[in-house]
T-cell receptor, first 112, second 118 residues
Framework: AQSVTQLDSQVPVFEEAPVELRCNYSSSVSVYLFWYVQYPNQGLQLLLKYLSGSTLVKGINGFEAEFNKSQTSFHLRKPSVHISDTAEYFCAVILQGGKLIFGQGTELSVKP | DAGVIQSPRHEVTEMGQEVTLRCKPISGHNSLFWYRQTMMRGLELLIYFNNNVPIDDSGMPEDRFSAKMPNASFSTLKIQPSEPRDSAVYFC????????????????FGEGSRLTVL
């Protein structure tokens, strides 16, 4: 079973519209959850993380995510996207032993 | 401050040749990770080190792949012999994780080495 599943491979959206990128995790893994962003021809950068505490996590560039234990989800949201948000977004989870495992990625395409 | 430095950025080689990818992690980080990214498989963890010691190499696809970390500031990933299916972008990442404790997941990635095997 997949440890982390991103439900959408591509999400097209118009500039200034809200966006939600969906991520579900296996309940058998730890609940250390992350979102990373990858801009074209670059490595990944950490957007935000949930380790404990408040279930609403705020990250860089106006993104936020909400940890929902009952639905085993960690969806990423932004109320108003910019062209510069066009990138691939990866949800990730830490497995026992410290392995950070990524989902398949969601390509966010922001159109003018 | 310098981030994670990988070399070469691009490598084109012929099947059967040896390929060596290099990584310099961020100073002070004690965990190092090698990932491979392809369209078909996404991001795969190949191996990771903690304090220069390999912790988990279960993601290394075959014996043709080997990785070393002779000191805290240098790691290599070697493919010998290379095959066309090894074509991918290989990322190195480091983390300021604490020895003996769970990795906090804050990885800092290099810009990747794009390998093409003809």
């Amino acid at each position: 079973a997949q440890s982390v599943t991103q439900l959408d491979s591509q999400v097209p959206v118009f500039e200034e519209a809200p966006v939600e990128l969906r991520c579900n995790y296996s309940s058998s893994v730890s609940v250390y959850l992350f979102w990373y962003v990858q801009y074209p021809n670059q490595g990944l950068q950490l957007l935000l993380k949930y380790l404990s505490g408040s279930t609403l996590v705020k990250g860089i560039n106006g993104f936020e995510a909400e940890f929902n234990k009952s639905q085993t989800s960690f969806h990423l949201r932004k109320p108003s996207v910019h062209i510069s948000d066009t990138a691939e977004y990866f949800c990730a989870v830490i497995l026992q032993g410290g392995k950070l495992i990524f989902g398949q990625g969601t390509e966010l395409s922001v159109k003018p | 401050d310098a981030g994670v430095i990988q070399s070469p950025r691009h490598e084109v080689t012929e099947m059967g040749q040896e390929v060596t990818l290099r990584c310099k992690p961020i100073s002070g980080h004690n965990s190092l990770f090698w990932y491979r990214q392809t369209m078909m498989r996404g991001l795969e963890l190949l191996i990771y080190f903690n304090n220069n010691v390999p912790i988990d190499d279960s993601g290394m696809p075959e014996d043709r792949f080997s990785a070393k970390m002779p000191n805290a500031s240098f790691s290599t990933l070697k493919i010998q012999p290379s095959e066309p299916r090894d074509s991918a972008v290989y990322f190195c990442a480091s983390s300021p994780g604490t020895s003996g404790r769970l990795n906090t997941g804050e990885l800092f990635f290099g810009e990747g080495s794009r390998l093409t095997v003809l």
